[in-house]
């Protein structure tokens, strides 16, 4: 089975803070995704990659970016983390047919 | 623009009744449909993909779903749901771009009473 493994469960962090999330998978897939979840607002593309060091915006990528160095790892990164920020994160891998396989999410708090 | 609309927020229904979430989609060509599950502070686990052929498809967990393509609709069924059924559910549908996106529905979340 495919695994993307999601570094941390739970994080909590300082407004002002640099935030790194990252996600690892092992199954050699190309595309990665990152999500935010939001109660009633379903999940929200914030940034994708297609290839090793190549990426593009999804819906919402203010206040965000990402850095993918090797293709089995994309990390996401908050400048300047803001309250606003506090979300459920999920990343994401596809393999079509099967779609995509997600991690367990990180739970991130900006205090 | 793909999207998916899933009607029902929330829906409440006693263990061993039958279950429908709807789902329909807007989408330019043959689509590829999914549906995830999602327990609370769990990641999504996929129940069901349709992609081609038969257009009911089954799930994992009992869970079935029908492809109307005169309906653009995906809707999931089970017909004893099981107070362990209680989850979020998410709808989606894709490719799309170079990446193969997938576009999902807001969820509905799904309460069972004893």
């Known amino acids: 089975d495919v695994k993307v493994t999601q570094s941390s469960r739970y994080l909590v962090k300082r407004t002002g803070e640099k935030v790194f999330l990252e996600c690892v998978q092992d199954m050699d897939h190309e595309n990665m995704f990152w999500y935010r979840q939001d109660p009633g607002l379903g999940l929200r593309l914030i940034y994708f990659?297609?290839?090793?060091?190549?990426?593009e915006k999804g819906d919402i990528p203010e206040g965000y970016s990402v850095s993918r160095e090797k293709k089995e790892r994309f990390s996401l990164i908050l400048e300047s983390a803001s309250t606003n920020q506090t979300s459920m994160y999920l990343c994401?891998?596809?393999?079509?047919?099967?779609?995509?396989?997600f991690g367990s999410g990180t739970r991130l708090t900006v205090v | 623009a793909q999207s998916v609309t899933q009607p029902d927020i929330h829906i409440t229904v006693s263990e061993g009744a039958s279950l429908e979430l709807r789902c329909n989609y807007s989408y330019g060509a043959t689509p590829y449909l999914f549906w995830y599950v999602q327990s609370p502070g769990q990641g999504l686990q996929l129940l069901l993909k349709y992609f081609s052929g038969d257009t009911l498809v089954q799930g994992i967990k009992g869970f079935e779903a029908e492809f109307k393509r005169s309906q653009s609709s995906f809707n999931l069924r089970k017909p004893s749901v099981h107070w362990s059924d209680a989850a979020e559910y998410f709808c989606a549908v894709g490719p799309t771009g170079t990446a193969s996106k997938l576009t999902f529905g807001t969820g509905t979340r799904l309460q069972v009473t004893l």
């Open positions: 990659s297609y290839d090793v060091k190549m990426k």
């Open positions: 994401a891998s596809i393999n079509l047919p099967y779609g995509y396989t």
